[in-house]
């Protein structure tokens, strides 16, 4: 029997939104994600796809909208 462990992360609903003037612009919407110890994870996406405003809050350097 696999002995099931808790997320190191765990995200539900994660957005952030950041302010372009007089418009929004939603960098991250609604992210659910669990990261488990030993997982090896990569984000891959093109340029303006939230990889970085993901990490950021992950890493506690931004706080989610």
């Known amino acids: 029997m696999q002995q099931l ?8 609903a994660l957005s952030k939104t950041y302010a372009a003037g007089s418009s929004e612009v939603r960098a991250l919407q ?3 994600l669990d990261i488990y110890p030993g997982e090896f994870i990569v984000l891959i ?4 796809s939230g990889k ?14």
């Open 5 to 12: 462990t808790q997320p190191i992360f765990q995200t539900r």
């Open 30 to 32: 609604d992210i659910n």
């Open 45 to 48: 996406g093109p340029s303006g």
């Open 52 to 65: 970085s405003p993901l990490l950021n809050i992950l890493g506690g350097l931004a706080r989610p909208s």
